[in-house]
């Protein structure tokens, strides 16, 4: 099991940054594969950026250039920079594992409202 916890999320306008931390209830790096994804109203939900075990980060092209995905090892938390933020970017916002086929676990969400 894995519990994983969002925070961070909020209102901002456009241009501003957030950041969002995803807390794990275990060391991330018995975790196969983080990530991000979001899904705004009446859309699917979209992956937004990956962190695999081996370490290498992979992006959706919508965010490449503006959102950065790290990770605190010592905290098991992995953090969503966002950077340069549009209206197109509101969504709630969730953190993702995957351990295995069958094996996933998501987060509650946080929200995230870009306007002016």
């Known amino acids: 099991q894995v519990q994983l916890v969002e925070s961070g999320g909020g209102l901002v306008q456009p241009g501003g940054s957030l950041r969002l931390s995803c807390a794990a209830s275990r060391s991330i790096f018995s975790i196969g594969t983080l990530d991000w994804y979001r899904q705004a109203p009446g859309k699917q939900r979209e992956l937004v950026a990956t962190l695999n075990r081996g370490g290498i980060i992979n992006y959706a092209d919508s965010v490449k250039g503006r959102f950065t995905l790290s990770r605190d090892n010592a905290k098991n938390t992995v953090y969503l920079q966002m950077n340069s933020l549009k209206a197109e970017d509101t969504a709630v916002y969730y953190c993702?594992?995957?351990?295995?086929?069958?094996?996933?676990?998501w987060g509650q969400g946080t929200q995230v409202t870009v306007s002016s």
């Open positions: 993702h594992a995957l351990r295995g086929i069958g094996d996933d676990y």
